[in-house]
């Protein structure tokens, strides 16, 4: 009798065993997935960083005949001790058009932080032909302790973005990652 019940806790054992790897390897390639889900389908405006892709861009032809807004807005995640604002709360330009404009963070603590921009681009289909030569949002941004930064963006629209899309949102999340 006591050998049964031994057998069903070792087998209930090595069962929460195997589930608990499954969720751990769930987690981690989840990131990955939903990396490549957002490239292929435009999803939740993930845009791609082409820095180095001024090329590209210049060999774009202005689209003079339609305008688009482009809003900016800024978001903090959980209670970050900073400021975080746009420069404008929206530009108004041409596809194919060169724009500059400037983000602003603060931060408002007595200690160094280093915070991340996460971009993302509504609605989600547009994202594919927003294009950012220059963004805050390619690399972590160290602050030290009351450290005000302005932050450059340098992006345009790519001149094949759909007729449908007369306003296009810029959201930037930001994220406080010194411990990590």
């Not at 681009?121 to 594919?128: D, I, K, N, S, T």
């Not at 963006?153 to 094949?160: A, G, K, Q, R, S």
Request: proline letters at 6%; one cysteine or more; hydrophobic letters at 45%.
């Amino acid at each position: 009798m006591q050998n049964t019940q031994q057998k069903k806790i070792k087998k209930h054992f090595w069962i929460l065993a195997a589930i608990v790897l499954g969720m751990f390897l769930f987690c981690y390639a989840l990131v990955p997935f939903y990396n490549a889900l957002c490239k292929v389908s435009g999803f939740n405006g993930k845009v791609e960083n082409i820095a180095d892709n001024y090329q590209a861009v210049n060999k774009f032809k202005i689209d003079k005949n339609r305008s688009i807004m482009v809003e900016f807005m800024t978001t903090l995640n959980e209670q970050m001790p900073v400021e975080f604002s746009a420069e404008r709360p929206s530009v108004m330009l041409h596809p194919g058009q060169l724009i500059k404009t400037n983000y602003r963070v603060k931060n408002l603590t007595d200690k160094a932080i280093v915070v991340q921009a996460i971009p993302n681009v509504m609605p989600g289909l547009a994202a594919q032909h927003f294009r950012k030569l220059e963004c805050f949002c390619f690399q972590k941004q160290p602050l030290g302790p009351r450290e005000e930064k302005i932050m450059p963006l340098v992006f345009t629209l790519d001149p094949i973005l759909p007729d449908k899309f007369g306003t296009v949102a810029l959201s930037y999340t930001l994220f406080d990652i010194t411990e990590s």
